[in-house]
Nanobody, 123 residues
Framework: QVQLVESGGGLVQAGDSLRLSCAAS????????MGWFRQAPGKEREFVAT????????YYADSVKGRFTISRDDAKNTLYLQMNSLKPEDTAVYYC????????????????WGQGTQVTVSS
């Protein structure tokens, strides 16, 4: 089992950057495939990015490709999401999630979730 705690959200202007972190408990973080999802008010939770347990493969939603970068530091049990060139439509609560196995882009594939961190991008 793994517990996840996100941090790093905030209020920024369009074009700014933010880096989200997701701290994981336990000594098995390196065995989990990790993902970032987001949920805007009135919308369903949507996939943002995922990184395989080995760290060698990543995958992004088209809406963030080229702007966001997912990475992990297994020595620190931490997942990151570097967000550049932020847009107002990136405003949402961002969640990290963990699962065993290959990368996935649907929420139902993930077993563990953090509480979320708010990102607000003003125009």
């Amino acid at each position: 089992q793994v517990q996840l705690v996100e941090s790093g959200g905030g209020l920024v202007q369009a074009g700014d950057s933010l880096r989200l972190s997701c701290a994981a408990s336990g000594r098995t973080f390196s065995t989990y495939t990790m993902g970032w999802f987001r949920q805007a008010p009135g919308k369903e939770r949507e996939f943002v990015a995922t990184i395989e347990w080995s760290g060698t493969s990543t995958y992004y939603a088209d809406s963030v490709k080229g702007r966001f970068t997912i990475s992990r530091d297994d020595a620190k049990n931490t997942l990151y999401l570097q967000m550049n060139s932020l847009k107002p439509e990136d405003t949402a609560v961002y969640y990290c999630a963990a699962r065993r196995g290959i990368m996935g882009i649907t929420t139902t594939l993930y077993d563990y979730w953090g509480q979320g961190t708010q990102v607000t991008v003003s125009s």
